[in-house]
């Protein structure tokens, strides 16, 4: 059973940084795209960014810059560095990737970390 995992969640001040990071376990023969989402109270779920398997990324126009996303295929992990953060963004976090363990592919969602951004 292939699995996503999200850490590096908290609480973080205004104009603060935060990373977070997400990782595949299982028989995972191999990650396609990945994302990273995410939900603020009342609001619907919103793309943050995606980064292809060749490593190219695509951020929300509202990232403006403040984030990076970044993945290492070996590892199986994607990032997301996130700095100059807002109370708006303020949300739980999901990492998202389309896995195939050689014999079916779909797309998998992490539970998600909470990223609280208050003084």
């Known amino acids: 059973q292939m699995q996503l995992v999200e850490s590096g969640g908290g609480l973080v001040q205004p104009g603060g940084s935060l990373t977070l990071s997400c990782e595949a376990s299982?028989?995972?023969?191999?990650?396609?795209?990945m994302a990273w989402y995410r939900q603020a109270p009342g609001k619907q779920r919103e793309l943050v960014a995606n980064i292809n398997s060749r490593g190219s990324p695509n951020y929300a126009d509202w990232v403006k810059g403040r984030f990076t996303i970044s993945r290492d295929s070996y590892k199986k992990t994607m990032t997301l560095q996130m700095s100059s953060l807002e109370s708006d963004d303020t949300a739980v976090y999901y990492c998202t990737a389309e896995m195939t363990d050689g014999f079916s592919r779909s797309d998998y969602w992490g539970q998600g970390t909470q990223v609280t951004v208050s003084s």
């Open positions: 299982g028989n995972v023969h191999r990650i396609y795209d």
